[in-house]
């Protein structure tokens, strides 16, 4: 059974063949399916979780500056100043100024803020996953990817849409490369899930296009936030950081999102949530910059600046740590465009390896999901 497959068998009876995306097949995977599946009731989202747990690549993101733990207080920052080089004609020019953690997300919010928004019949993203995983017995990585698009519509009433293609998995470094060839240059990898019987079977070969859709969850529910939401509940959210907090925290139950979940605090549990809200929820630019603004009101995130993710793009990242089950601790990271405020990738960094993590060095990029298209369209999906 390929790992598709097997994600399917293992999700909960009441979600019906509702399509999966690649944050939903991060999140089973990942936590779900060590798990028993007779009589499991877990609490799932209508359609797909907000947080970015999706499968990812090997050497996904390279950090290079130190994070820097975030202060309290604090206040709007002035414009960064960035490093001239000294010329014959040119006096010194001081560095590049370092900014604190807060300022560097006030100054992402307040730059959110400002984007424009356009108009739509539809919300469209398309993403790139990638995971990193051990071979079974092999005693080297592959990593994973899959391209994946959705279509929300705007108006309840009508029907989800998504499709998406497994493009394959591949050694995930040279090291690797030489490890598979050594192995005989298999055209399928054996995954083992710790607490489950067997190995997951991965193709090396890209995958067919698989378009799904289904009507909305309840006529109107169109994402997970906590808990199930409505369009206009999003297009509603508070625009004040603290108000944005209140009201996420009223699905707060002092655990994960999993209804059998391990106690999680309040802090990892919005940043989790939150994510969604920066890089590919269908919230107003204002309300963006406010779920800015209440990051940098966490005591517990950090943030560095110059990473790369998966695309080889350069941004800032905010992050957080969280200890899972199978003793594992990850960083569940954010990276975005400081500029425009815009998302570029979730990615859960190792911290200290365990479970499914078991085998993978720290600082290895488990899983990431590369936001490349989130906004507004009128045209409808392509059947």
């Avoid at 739509?120 to 005693?139: E, M, P, Y």
């Amino acid at each position: 059974m390929n790992p598709i497959d097997e994600l399917r068998a293992a999700r909960p009876a009441h979600l019906g063949d509702r399509p999966v995306d690649e944050r939903t097949r991060a999140a089973e995977l990942a936590y779900a399916m060590s798990r028993p599946r007779q009589g499991e009731r877990r609490r799932r989202p209508a359609f797909r979780p907000a947080w970015g747990l999706a499968l990812a690549g090997a050497a996904a993101a390279a950090v290079t500056a130190a994070a820097v733990v975030l202060p309290g207080g604090g206040v709007t920052p002035p414009p960064r100043t960035p490093a001239v080089a000294e010329t014959e004609n040119a006096p010194p020019v001081a560095e590049k100024t370092h900014l604190s953690a807060r300022e560097v997300l006030l100054a992402a919010a307040a730059n959110a803020g400002r984007q424009a928004e356009t108009e739509g019949d539809w919300w469209h993203t398309a993403t790139v996953t990638r995971t990193l995983f051990t071979v079974a017995g092999g005693g080297y990585q592959v990593e994973s990817r899959s391209r994946d698009e959705m279509w929300t519509p705007r108006a309840p009433g009508g029907e989800q849409w998504s499709r998406g293609r497994s493009l394959g998995a591949a050694p995930a470094t040279e090291t690797d490369q030489r490890a598979w060839e050594a192995a005989g240059s298999p055209a399928e990898f054996e995954i083992k899930v710790p607490g489950k019987r067997g190995a997951l079977t991965m193709p090396a070969a890209p995958g067919k296009v698989r378009t799904d859709h289904s009507p909305l969850v309840d006529g109107d529910k169109v994402f997970w936030l906590g808990r199930n939401v409505t369009m206009k509940d999003l297009r509603g959210l508070p625009d004040e950081p603290e108000a944005l907090r209140a009201w996420l925290l009223r699905s707060y139950e002092g655990h994960d999102t999993e209804s059998d979940g391990v106690p999680m605090a309040s802090d990892v549990w919005l940043f989790k949530v939150s994510a969604g809200l920066i890089t590919d929820m269908p919230v107003t630019p204002k309300v963006r910059g406010a779920a800015f603004r209440m990051l940098a009101g966490l005591d517990t995130v950090e943030v560095a600046e110059d990473v790369t993710d998966a695309e080889g793009r350069t941004g800032t990242a905010v992050s957080i740590e969280e200890r899972i089950k199978g003793g594992a601790v990850l960083r569940n990271r954010l990276v975005f465009d400081e500029a425009t405020g815009r998302g570029l990738a979730n990615e859960n960094v190792v911290v200290k390896p365990g479970g499914l993590q078991a085998g993978l060095e720290p600082g290895s990029v488990f899983n990431s999901v590369a936001v490349l298209e989130a906004g507004w369209t009128s045209a409808a999906p392509r059947r």
